[in-house]
């Protein structure tokens, strides 16, 4: 017979659960939106994939003037958006944007 101890762990799924929500939450709040996004934070941001925000945002003749200012335009091949900028632009257009799917030009 073995008389090595044994220890049991009880872990809480709810309570992790909530404590890892609390702390990613406590970390967004202290990273903000930052001063620029990518692309990538942009997808990020919106649960959408490049291909769709290409189409749908970025290229979009619609939003031609509000990405002019918001956006490098795709400058040196790389995407570079001011984040309070954009954040303000997917707030306004939030119901458009994820309503009825959209086309370049349409609407």
Do not use: Y
Not at 13 to 26: G, H, M, N, T, Y
């Amino acid at each position: 017979m073995n008389s090595s101890p044994l220890f049991q762990v009880i872990v809480d799924k709810d309570f992790v659960q909530r404590l890892a929500k609390e702390e990613v939450k406590r970390l967004v709040e202290e990273t903000g939106a930052g001063t620029w996004w990518d692309l990538k934070r942009l997808e990020a941001e919106t649960c959408r994939k490049r291909d769709w925000l290409i189409e749908n945002i970025l290229l979009n003749p619609r939003f031609k003037k509000e990405m002019k200012l918001i956006s490098n335009g795709c400058d040196n091949g790389r995407w570079m958006f001011r984040a309070a900028g954009m954040k303000a632009f997917l707030d306004k257009h939030f119901q458009e944007l994820n309503g009825k799917p959209m086309r370049a030009g349409v609407g």
